[in-house]
């Protein structure tokens, strides 16, 4: 089963990309007050690959066979991260507000690519401590 690891790394780290690509691509179509945001298209697509992202997450945790310090990290921001995105897209009232919670959630997902690079719970923080 070992031998999986690497292509459900690369499954994840592929989803991670596609979620954070389209990620940018709806914050575009918000701030030009696109219609194409509230299109099926744009509100299926980041849930079927979310949904991929986090199978493979919980995949690598099983043949880890722990969850290290800095993955413990990784979960905790995804939650302030589905937070601000939800403010950006749903729940904020006006533009200023929803513009500020887009930004927010893309640097928490600077933070979270960082801490899977330097796999240390600082992530790029850890470069001003
Ligand atoms: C529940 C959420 C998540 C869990 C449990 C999780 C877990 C993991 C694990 C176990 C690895 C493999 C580490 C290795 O063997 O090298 C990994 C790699 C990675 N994860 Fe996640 N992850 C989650 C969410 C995310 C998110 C939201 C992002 C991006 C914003 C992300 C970005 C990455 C990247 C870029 C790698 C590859 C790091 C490298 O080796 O250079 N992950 N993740």
Redesign the pocket.
Known sequence: MQEF?PLI?HI??GA??A??GFFLLRGLWMMQESSLLTTKFARVVPHVIDTV??L???A??V??GG??AW?QV??A??FV?IFLGVLAFRLAKGYGARVLAFFLALS??????S???T?SPWGFLGKFL
């Open positions: 690891y790394k994840h780290v991670v990309l979620s954070g992202l986090l493979a997450a919980i690598l945790i043949f880890l969850v290290p993955v990784k979960i921001a995804l991260y928490v997902f600077a933070f979270m690519m801490v899977a690079i796999k």
